[in-house]
Every structure is written in C-alpha cells, then in structure tokens.
DNA sequence: CTATAATGTGACCTGTTGGTCATATGACCA
DNA sequence: TGGTCATATGACCAACAGGTCACATTATAG
C-alpha cells in the first residue's frame, strides 16, 4: 500500500497521480507502464513518487482498491434488486449495474481489467485476425447443427459461437493454470477428476446452469 | 513473415531458434520478451536475427503459424469421431483433443495462450488473490440459490462459481472490445440491441445452448 | 584461383527503464 | 529568531531495450 506521505497529501493532488496512474495503466497495462510517464504526467518529481509508493505496483494495487470502493458505493446507491428475486436475476442485474459503473469509470475498469484478464487483445490487429480460422470453421459447424435441431435456434449464431469460444478460452486457461502446478501434467490432465471437471464444464454450456428435469448423466 | 534468408536455413537451426522463442514468449510474453535473450539462447548473432525476421512480432507470427500447422497435423492423424456425432459430442472430442495437443506441446501452447489470452495471471498472487471477495460471495449466492433449488444440485458449487466468473469475465471483455469502438459507448451499451446481447448470453449461462422445449423469452 | 553474392558477426548506437540520493524548500514550533 | 522535520526535487546511475552497420566468413560460379 502507499506510504503515508501519500495518504497525507491533499485529495487534489492525490487525484491528480491517481488519473496519472490509471491512463498510464489503461494505455500501457502493468508490466510496460513507466514511472516515469507517470511521474510527468502528474506533475511530480520521479524521487516524489517513490516517496508515495513503493513501485509501480504498488500504486496500481492502490488503483484496485480505490475502484473496489468506489464500485461497492456505486452498488450501494442502486436499489437494491427484489430481496427474493433467483440467482439467475440477481446475477443479471449485478452484471448490468456493473456495466452502468464501468460507463462512470471507463478508463479505470479498462486499466484493471486490461491486467487482470489479459493483454492479448490490445495488441493489435494483427494478433485478432489469427482465430478467424477457427471462429469460421465454429461458425459452420453451429449453422448446420442448428439445421439438425441440435442447438436452440433462438440464439443466434454469431452468439452460439461467441459461447463456444469462450469455453474453449476458459478451459484452456483453466487447464493452463492448474496444469502448471503438478508435477505430473500428463497425469492430472487424464485423471478421472480432472476429465471429470471438463465434461461438467461442457455440460453446463450444453444444458445451463438452472435446475430443469433433465439429469447431469456422464456421458461420453 | 520470416524472410527468406531465414527459410534457407537448415531444419535443424531454425528449430533451435523458434524453440528458443518459444521458451522466451512463454516465460515473458510478447512484449516482455527479449530479443537479446533470444538471440542468445539461440547461439546466434544478433545481427542475424534481423537477417531472418524483421521484428519480435515477426518471430512470434511465425511461431503461431507452426503451432497452427502441427495443431492440423496432430487432428488429422487422430481417428475422426463419427461423422454423425452431433455438435456437442464433436465439440467435447475438440476440446479434448486440443487437450491433447497441448500435452505434446506445453512451452508453445503457454506461448500462444499467454499472449492471445492474457498475461493477468502470471503477474503473481498477489494478483490472483485481488478477486477472491468476488469469489466469496459468488460462493454463497450460489449455495443459496442450490439449496432453493434454482440450481442444478448435480453440479458442483465451485464450477458454478467457476461458470459465473467466466461470464462476467467474457460479458465485460465483450462491451469493453465493442465499447472502446463506438462513438456514443452510453448510447450502444444502453441500446436494446446490446441489452438483447447481454440478455441471450445469460439466457444460455441459464439454459444451455442445446434445443429444449423451453423458449427464449426476453425477460427481465 | 578469382570474383561475386549470400550469410554471419558483435561492437556500438540511442533511448528508456526502475530506482537512488544529496540537496533544497517551507511549515511549524520554541 | 533559529532549529527541526516532513516533503519535494531532478541530476544521476547501471541495466537493458531494439536496432544498425562495417566488416569477416563462407558458398557459388566462371
């Protein structure tokens, strides 16, 4: 966290680093974003900085708390939605009002979650062209599935394929990341468990998450 | 593209040097990487490398393309599913497959993922442990929600979790991407088309993606 | 053996990075 | 007034970045 000096300046001035801060992070993320554009752009001396934070990370761990704050007060001010409403509704709003707080913060949600999610897609457009192939080729395959009456023909299908995508995105990162950590991959990836865990990730995109009469039967 | 001076050369150095990009891309991700590291883990001159490549980018194009052709590769030689499975099977079996895939070829698919994907999560824990209130509360919202049961008992909790987050995690990654291209962001986010997306998407987090007899209903 | 073209090489360039530190400033108090 | 203490400053540092280029080496052809 940030030392005291920093606590103790007037709230100005502290703003004024702050939005330094989150354009930097916004325009540059965490790894390439430079104190020393930061220190310029609020108007302060480099030696001035690192009397405040610690370092860069320091003050974009500063930047995530005061978002969280301010989207709990943000939270706060909204009705609260019907106490009995379901899951699915609540959720629903709760990812709505999160859209209405990010319009407030565009710039700092970008910068958190530009870092938090990933980069990737900032590079340009020469690395958002690579999954055409794939997004094509996802794209047949639902049309003709949902000829066959497979998938629900009320989603459409640049939808239908947008899901998919994001599974197979999410299941990467999620083998990616828990992978890592064994020490025998080839073992965690084909155990029972793990397989497991994949095939109630796939049914779940396959039938929902909300209880109907259907039954999870492990298939395949 | 590589220039030609670099698909002149033998098998065996290029491999040495994309094997050395790969190790440097999955370590540092694209921008982070070190064209010095690589060049000297390849064993080559630094002048060299931009004999064969006009820029990091360029080595990190290249090592997609090869990643992409040996994916095709390693699907081909697989047995091809029944040709008649339907698109929930023949998506499991993909899934499953590029799983596979990935065993073969850990370093590169880290490479390829880590820079498409997001470098968010390799920042360290302290990171990682920003989101676990978020988690929390998911967590309880949902224990709630199971034993009033709205949700399917027979998946487990930490996967539903694991199902939300994916969704507010691709739903803000979406308006983020779409937003950042508009003029008017309040105007598209608030239009009844952009709200009839957001809608559709948690419809399927709810119901699934395979044709049921219940309809879409836009409700909310 | 020679001339020419293609490859290979690493010292060197400029710019930027994160970070330090001796010094200057000025508010507060005795 | 003089002294003390928190704050402010920017020149400075070593490390490293991406990139260039004059020159050395090797392969090819006549």
């Known amino acids: 966290m940030p030392k005291q000096t920093f606590l103790n300046l007037p709230e100005e001035k502290r703003a004024t680093i702050m939005n330094a801060a989150i354009e930097e992070f916004a325009e540059y993320g965490l790894e390439n974003a430079s104190t020393n554009r930061i220190v310029k752009n609020s108007g302060i001396a480099k030696g001035s900085f690192y009397q405040y934070f610690e370092d860069k990370q320091d003050v974009f761990m500063h930047m995530l708390e005061l978002i969280e704050h301010e989207e709990i007060d943000f939270f706060k001010d909204q009705h609260p939605p019907d106490h009995n409403m379901d899951v699915f509704h609540y959720y629903r709003w ?6 209405e707080f990010g319009l407030a913060h565009p710039r700092a ?14 590079y340009g457009k020469n690395l958002a062209g690579y999954r055409e192939k794939t997004t ?6 639902i049309k003709l599935a949902m000829e066959r009456g497979e ?3 009320s989603v459409d299908v640049v939808l239908a394929v947008m899901v ?10 999620y083998v990616l990341n828990e992978g890592m950590k064994q020490k ?5 990836m084909r ?18 998450l909300r209880k109907t009469e259907s039954e999870f039967t492990a298939s395949s």
Chains 1, 2 share one sequence.
């Open 184 to 188: 025998d991959v080839l073992k965690w």
């Open 191 to 208: 155990s029972t468990k793990t397989q497991e865990t994949i095939d109630k990730l796939l049914y779940v995109m396959e039938y929902g």
């Open 164 to 173: 998919m995508e994001t599974w197979s995105n999410a299941i990467t990162t």
């Open 94 to 99: 709760m990812v709505k009002t999160g859209m």
């Open 136 to 141: 094509q080729a996802l794209t047949m395959m």
């Open 109 to 122: 949600i970008q910068a958190a979650w530009r870092v938090l999610l990933g980069e990737g897609l900032y």
């Open 151 to 153: 998938v629900d023909p």
